[in-house]
């Protein structure tokens, strides 16, 4: 059996620097925080790992972001929660808007998000800029129908025939 002996890279001359890291050995030697001078909590995982317990710092208040919705014409202050999702805002901007979810397209930081992604995940922040724009493919088929029903356009087998009045 082979012993390694641990060798020093750095030598402190420093006073200072040895009281503090002595002090903070013997505040974690005793089961404290040297930072804090608290005693730091346990809790055990459902797999079984021992960690630090978290603290919970976020208040309602806190957690709750306010965000611009820009659409072409217009814009709205909307209040939510940080950890919900595009698709949630989606469904609050469906009732501001008047826009179904499924005809909404929210840009940002110049990318388009899926329903399924977090707003706290990707980034967003109180009073960060979201950009709402209708769907074209379906802005087009709405235009198609009306179009359609008014009688001015036929469309028929999916190609669209203009009439002209001469």
């Known amino acids: 059996m082979i012993k390694l002996r641990c060798k020093k890279l750095f030598r402190s001359n420093s006073k200072v620097a040895?009281?503090?890291?002595?002090?903070?050995?013997?505040?974690?030697?005793?089961?404290?925080?040297?930072k804090l001078g608290?005693?730091?909590k346990w809790e055990l995982r459902p797999g079984g790992m021992?960690?630090?317990k978290r603290e919970c710092v976020?208040?309602?208040?806190?957690?709750i972001i306010n965000l611009t919705v820009?659409?072409?014409?217009?814009?709205?202050?909307?209040?939510?929660?940080?950890?919900?999702s595009f698709g949630?805002?989606?469904?609050?901007l469906a009732i501001v808007t008047g826009l179904e979810p499924k005809e909404q397209r929210l840009l940002y930081k110049g990318k388009e998000r899926e329903d399924y992604e977090y707003l706290h995940m990707v980034g967003v922040k109180d009073k960060d800029k979201v950009l709402l724009f209708e769907d074209p493919a379906i802005?087009?088929?709405?235009?198609?129908n009306l179009a359609a029903t008014s009688g001015r356009v036929q469309v028929i087998?999916?190609?669209?025939?203009h009439t002209i009045c001469v």
Request: charged share 25%; no cysteine.
């Open 18 to 34: 040895s009281t503090n890291a002595a002090a903070a050995a013997a505040a974690a030697a005793s089961g404290g925080d040297a």
């Open 38 to 40: 608290g005693e730091i």
């Open 50 to 52: 021992l960690v630090q």
């Open 58 to 63: 976020e208040n309602d208040e806190e957690s």
């Open 70 to 84: 820009s659409t072409v014409s217009q814009w709205h202050d909307i209040s939510i929660r940080a950890t919900s």
């Open 88 to 92: 949630e805002l989606k469904m609050i």
């Open 139 to 144: 802005k087009e088929r709405k235009l198609l």
């Open 157 to 161: 087998g999916g190609s669209t025939y």
